[in-house]
């Protein structure tokens, strides 16, 4: 099955390299999700464990979990990794 969700080049190398300096244990993969707030949904990055009612996808050998009731607000979403003078860090198109 194919991710709902793409990872751009530079932040798969982010993520690998978080998962590799930052103590992530083996079996965690990369959960991406949403949040309500008052104006609509936020997009949140973690590491987690997979749990019962996820769905698991492998992007660039990065395990994705996902749950399956968050599925519709991810779909064509993209995750991207920015690093410059003012700012770093994720973010989604």
Known sequence: ??????????????????LSSKNIPPDYGLRIGVKGGGCGVSFVL????????????????????????QLMFLVGKSVDF????????????
């Open 1 to 18: 099955m194919e991710s709902p969700v793409t990872i751009s080049e530079k932040a798969a190398i982010e993520i690998k390299n978080i």
């Open 46 to 69: 973690g590491f987690d464990k997979i749990k019962d009612d996820d769905l698991n996808y492998a992007v660039d050998d990065i395990p994705v979990y996902v749950q399956k009731k």
């Open 82 to 93: 920015y690093e410059g003078s003012d700012a770093r860090g994720f973010f989604f198109h």
